[in-house]
């Protein structure tokens, strides 16, 4: 499974961005997703999941209710729909495959190349 993100670019406190990952590769149904994120000097934390059917969504506390998970299967795209973003959100995102359809582990097996969002304040 090969992932590819888009989307991430420098934006203003209070503003949106919308992540895309593209993924290629046999049984992308059948994969939980999620993105992780690096925020600079820090450890990789997880910050959404989503199960294959989509009908299953987790997100760390710092972006409830200001982000949202998403995906298509039929495109084989995945997205993360960011609003209200703050300072502290400004990291590289990761977007990550699991072979469990009910989400995504803390070790993912296939993992994106990563696209940076910077948030000024």
């Known amino acids: 499974v090969q992932l590819v993100e888009s989307g991430g670019r420098l934006v203003q406190a209070g503003g949106s961005l919308r992540l895309s990952c593209a993924a290629s590769g046999p049984s992308f149904t059948n994969l939980g997703m999620g993105w992780f994120r690096q925020p600079p000097g820090q450890e990789r934390e997880v910050v959404a999941g989503i199960s294959w059917s989509g009908d299953s969504t987790y997100y760390t506390d710092s972006v409830k209710g200001r982000f949202t998970i998403s995906r298509d299967n039929a495109k084989n795209m995945m997205y993360l729909q960011m609003n209200s973003l703050k300072p502290e959100d400004t990291a590289v995102y990761y977007c990550?495959?699991?072979?469990?359809?009910?989400?995504?582990?803390?070790?993912?097996?296939?993992w994106g190349q990563g696209t940076q969002v910077t948030v000024s304040s």
């Open positions: 990550v495959a699991d072979s469990s359809p009910r989400g995504i582990s803390p070790n993912p097996d296939y």
